[in-house]
């Protein structure tokens, strides 16, 4: 039998109704009136030579055959749904549609330099960044929420393509009559027996940070843990200890009375393009990967 007037609107009034168990309810979930969607009914009820639904004054309930139609016409949509969802996700990446995501301190201290510059070469480049924890950035690769990540290298992510960017030094934030304040730099063991204000486990520079500080032998007191820079600075405004974060932190608040000093390169990181291994780029988020790969060289980055 050729179904030649059977419309995808009719299929999913039918799976509204079935859901909520009335025309009117169905109606206001897909904005139909509840003329239309009797209408709808009736046409498909027609067309199959089947009664699909039994009303009272009630309710609406699937007679059996209607049971039949609605679990796989229920999951035939979803698949067409995602096929649908494909097809438009391809037709956002040929348009010039790419999303990033970024950790926090590189979403401040790198991410603004290489949007500008995209906006000035690519104009038809269209960016959505994603401002998240590392962790978060991640599985956003993984999951193909976000095209790429500029996050920190990791090497306990055999799942992921990484390019280096450059490696970052660390600093050492603190008020400006701290004793620590007048040194040109830091070691580690200068560290010790500080209260020390530090980026929390979500992030990708505190393992980095706890593990060199235990290969230095060094046993220091994590005063305060907190997800941004922006929070370390108040912090050690408020006298709750002194902040180790990365060099793309600066520069310092304004009038902030803070000093940053630079902490020997034993406390290091790298920050990397990240993209789901053996997957290649659309062409849109390939321009943007090299504009990023291209501004991260510029001298003018607070990252030695």
Excluded at 210 to 226: F, P, T
Excluded at 259 to 266: G, H, K
């Amino acid at each position: 039998m050729q179904l030649h007037h059977i419309t995808l609107r009719q299929l999913r009034v039918l799976l509204a109704v079935a859901e909520h168990q009335g025309f009117g309810r169905a109606g206001d979930s897909i904005g139909l009136s509840q003329p239309a969607v009797s209408q709808c009914i009736r046409a498909l009820e027609g067309e199959l030579g089947l009664r699909l639904l039994d009303r009272t004054t009630r309710e609406v309930l699937l007679t059996p055959a209607g049971e039949a139609l609605v679990g796989p016409l229920r999951r035939l949509l979803d698949e067409l749904d995602a096929v649908l969802d494909e097809a438009q996700g391809r037709g956002a990446a040929a348009r010039g549609m790419v999303h990033v995501a970024s950790a926090p301190t590189i979403s401040g201290g790198l991410m603004p330099q290489c949007l500008a510059l995209a906006r000035a070469r690519h104009p038809e480049l269209q960016v959505r960044l994603t401002d998240q924890s590392q962790q978060r950035a991640i599985a956003a690769v993984h999951g193909g929420a976000v095209d790429f990540a500029v996050i920190v290298g990791s090497a306990v992510e055999p799942e992921l393509d990484q390019q280096v960017l450059f490696d970052e030094r660390f600093v050492l934030v603190c008020p400006a009559d701290h004793a620590l304040a007048a040194r040109r730099q830091l070691t580690l063991k200068a560290l010790a027996g500080h209260a020390l204000v530090l980026l929390d486990h979500s992030s990708g520079s505190r393992p980095l940070i706890d593990r060199a500080l235990e290969a230095a032998g060094v046993s220091v007191q994590v005063g305060v843990d907190v997800g941004h820079p922006s929070t370390a600075f108040r912090m050690v405004q408020a006298g709750l200890g002194i902040a180790v974060l990365p060099a793309l932190s600066l520069p310092l608040p304004d009038a902030s009375g803070l000093r940053a000093v630079p902490i020997e390169s034993a406390l290091q990181r790298q920050v990397v393009l990240a993209r789901r291994r053996n997957r290649s780029l659309a062409p849109a988020a390939q321009r943007l990967w090299d504009l990023i790969a291209e501004a991260a060289q510029s001298p003018t980055l607070p990252r030695r």
